[in-house]
């Protein structure tokens, strides 16, 4: 009797032993933005921001929070005082906010985790890379470190992610110059110099792009958030997909390395 052979699937993603050949010599640092890149809060950050604010200013935010579009948080906060008439924030301020804002999340993380949700695709990237012994993994984002670490937590997403190397919104104003602090965290820990070749950084917005282009590294687009793939195109994303849900990162990251 004939039996019938074992069909095996093969895996969405490549398998960790071969996806790269002798592309990669060096390590490779991926570096994630993480709001619509890989979680979105859906309406709890944007209370949490709200909670922080009238707790640092001593005001409600009567006249709302202004748009979030890969702004860091020192940006998205003095955007948000002016929209609410507080045009000479005093010295200590930021500093207010982003305690309190820490501790929201931390009051709200059940409900960031019931509203919120992680990105399709997403957990299935950061686990296929994290098993990539080239590869290291953290996050470039506006969020200041204590939220970022509260909001991943949440969703079980800093598992796959040395945020110790990461860069966030309580380094610099200017996203761009965030790539720096992450090339030099990671330098400090784990004693290599990672050239702009072997820095990608994966976000949803053109400031992502913008971010990644002005610091000399590459950068994949990913259309999650409010920004189509065209208009990730315009703004000159190295590499751009619809969501990590319909993407092979090893194919994506091979095509990179093998332009570079
Ligand atoms: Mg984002």
Redesign the pocket.
């Known amino acids: 009797m004939d039996e019938k052979p074992i069909v095996e699937r093969p895996p969405k993603l490549s398998t960790p032993s071969s996806p790269f050949g002798d592309m990669m010599s060096n390590h490779l640092f991926v570096l994630w933005?993480?709001?619509?890149?890989l979680l979105e809060t859906r309406g709890v950050g944007r209370k949490v921001f709200a909670e922080a604010f009238e707790i640092a200013t001593g005001q409600p935010m009567f006249a709302g929070m202004a748009t979030?579009?890969?702004h860091t948080e020192p940006v998205l906060l003095e955007e948000t005082l002016h929209l609410n008439g507080i045009l000479c924030p005093d010295d200590g301020l930021f500093e207010r906010f982003v305690r309190a804002q820490v501790a929201a999340y931390r009051k709200h993380a059940e409900e960031l985790c019931a509203r919120g949700r992680v990105l399709p695709g997403a957990e299935r990237t950061l686990e296929a890379l994290s098993h990539q012994p080239n590869i290291i993994q953290s996050v470039l984002?506006?969020n200041t470190r204590g939220a970022a670490e509260v909001k991943l937590a949440a969703f079980g997403l800093d598992r796959w992610l040395d945020l110790d190397i990461g860069a966030y919104g309580d380094d610099d104003v200017n996203r761009s110059a965030l790539v720096g602090f992450a090339r030099q965290r990671s330098e400090a820990k784990l004693g290599e110099a990672f050239p702009d070749s072997d820095i990608i950084l994966i976000?949803?917005?053109p400031?992502?792009v913008e971010a990644g282009h002005l610091a000399g590294v590459r950068v994949i687009g990913v259309a999650s958030?409010a920004s189509p793939v065209q208009e990730l195109q315009s703004a000159g994303a190295d590499y751009t997909i619809e969501s990590l849900d319909e993407a092979d990162i090893f194919d994506i990251l091979s095509v990179l390395l093998r332009s570079s």
């Not at 933005?33 to 890149?37: G, K, L, N, S």
């Open positions: 933005d993480v709001d619509h890149t979030a579009l890969g984002t506006g976000g949803d917005t400031r992502d958030g």
